[in-house]
């Protein structure tokens, strides 16, 4: 037969607005990528815990990638939704949803972000900084970044905490637990919580396969028993970006991460390292129109039929 493809289209089923044209010319198959217009709309949910904020999401009709956002995103270095939620505390969003032809596609930014809670309240705003680079400040124009995220992967069931006299379930005695382990699938993606450089990327004793990160002011964090390493030696590294994936090498029961951070020869509880910490403020000549734009957002969401109170001032 002389039937020769022409043409095709390829769709990406995670990025249908991004399809690949391939096209037969003087007898070469030609791809291009294609960008096609997405539709936003704006979106508002507010919702109280009854049980973990991640099904309170859910029962709003949003999907598990918005509960990522907001906690390893917006939230990730001042909230721990491990320990800081409570039953009764509230959330209210404003956020793009992306459209092709009417159907959802996936989730775009998060405008605002107003977490009230029995332990912790935080007010999260989109806004450019002077050099027009967007980020997250509180209501008062501070930065709800810090030099560590308060955990390294999505996952937030924590299976051991930093304990000094934990009972060691292999070696049946106690030896301190100088760390946090997270349990999780082979393969979760794993982060680093921090700018810094690799000083180790390899196969470590009782560790198995680690990463190492140095950080300014003498930190350092490890990230032990991965299934898969994704950096070498000598890489330098923005925070949040990936360096492997969970698994069970060294001396490990089952899938899990385990993970430390080290000031000189002291080491750290994780889940404390950002306590009293504090985020960079906007310039002052920012912040009369950063206010305008907070106050905006926060009308729109006390104005949305789900109607939240919100609580903050100057």
């Given at each position: 037969?002389?039937?020769?493809?022409?043409?095709?289209?390829?769709?990406?089923?995670?990025?249908?607005?991004?399809p690949?044209?391939?096209e037969?010319?003087?007898?070469?198959l030609?791809?291009r990528?294609?960008t096609l217009?997405?539709?936003?709309?704006?979106?508002i949910?507010?919702?109280?815990?009854?049980?973990?904020?991640?099904?309170a999401i859910?029962?709003a009709g949003e999907?598990?990638?918005l509960s990522?956002?907001?906690?390893d995103g917006i939230?990730?270095a001042?909230?721990?939704?491990?320990?800081?939620p409570?039953r009764?505390?509230?959330?209210g969003?404003?956020f793009?949803?992306?459209?092709?032809?009417?159907?959802?596609?996936?989730?775009?930014?998060?405008?605002l972000?107003?977490?009230?809670?029995?332990?912790?309240t935080?007010?999260?705003?989109?806004?450019?900084d002077?050099?027009?680079?967007?980020?997250?400040?509180d209501?008062n124009g501070e930065?709800?970044g810090?030099?560590?995220?308060?955990?390294?992967?999505?996952?937030?069931?924590?299976?051991?905490?930093?304990?000094?006299?934990?009972?060691?379930?292999?070696?049946?005695?106690?030896?301190?637990?100088?760390?946090?382990d997270?349990?999780?699938?082979?393969?979760?993606?794993?982060?680093?919580?921090?700018?810094?450089?690799?000083t180790?990327?390899?196969?470590?004793?009782g560790?198995?396969?680690?990463?190492?990160v140095?950080?300014?002011?003498?930190?350092?964090?490890?990230?032990a028993?991965?299934?898969?390493?994704?950096?070498?030696?000598?890489?330098?590294l923005?925070?949040?970006?990936?360096?492997?994936?969970?698994?069970?090498t060294?001396?490990?029961?089952?899938?899990h991460?385990?993970y430390?951070?080290?000031?000189?020869?002291?080491?750290?509880?994780?889940?404390?390292?950002?306590?009293?910490a504090?985020?960079?403020p906007?310039?002052r000549?920012?912040l009369?129109a950063?206010?305008?734009?907070?106050?905006?957002?926060?009308?729109?969401?006390?104005?949305?039929p789900?109607?939240l109170?919100?609580?903050?001032?100057?």
């Open positions: 037969t002389n039937d020769v493809i022409q043409r095709f289209r390829y769709t990406p089923h995670g990025k249908p607005d991004q690949v044209e391939v037969l010319r003087d007898s070469l030609v791809g990528q294609l217009p997405l539709e936003r709309r704006t979106a949910i507010a919702v109280d815990i009854e049980d973990n904020l991640s099904n859910s029962q999907g598990d990638a990522a956002l907001l906690f939230f990730g001042v909230i721990d939704f491990q320990l800081d409570r009764g505390d509230r959330l969003v404003v793009e949803k992306l459209y092709l032809d009417g159907d959802f596609v996936r989730y775009g930014q998060v405008l972000a107003d977490y009230q809670g029995q332990q912790v935080k007010l999260g705003i989109r806004y450019p002077g050099e027009g680079i967007e980020a997250y400040y209501a930065s709800l810090r030099m560590f995220m308060l955990k390294p992967l999505s996952v937030t069931r924590i299976t051991s905490r930093f304990n000094r006299k934990r009972f060691h379930p292999i070696l049946k005695k106690r030896v301190p637990h100088l760390g946090t997270y349990g999780a699938p082979t393969g979760t993606k794993v982060w680093t919580t921090a700018r810094g450089r690799v180790y990327a390899g196969r470590k004793g560790y198995g396969k680690l990463v190492e140095t950080h300014a002011n003498g930190y350092r964090t490890r990230y028993h991965l299934s898969k390493i994704f950096v070498r030696n000598g890489q330098r923005q925070q949040q970006e990936r360096i492997g994936q969970v698994g069970a060294g001396r490990a029961t089952g899938p991460l385990h430390e951070i080290i000031q000189g020869s002291r080491h750290i509880n994780p889940q404390s390292v950002n306590k009293g504090t985020g960079q906007l310039a000549d920012r009369p950063f206010k305008a734009r907070r106050d905006a957002q926060l009308q729109r969401l006390a104005a949305s789900q109607r109170a919100a609580g903050h001032g100057d």
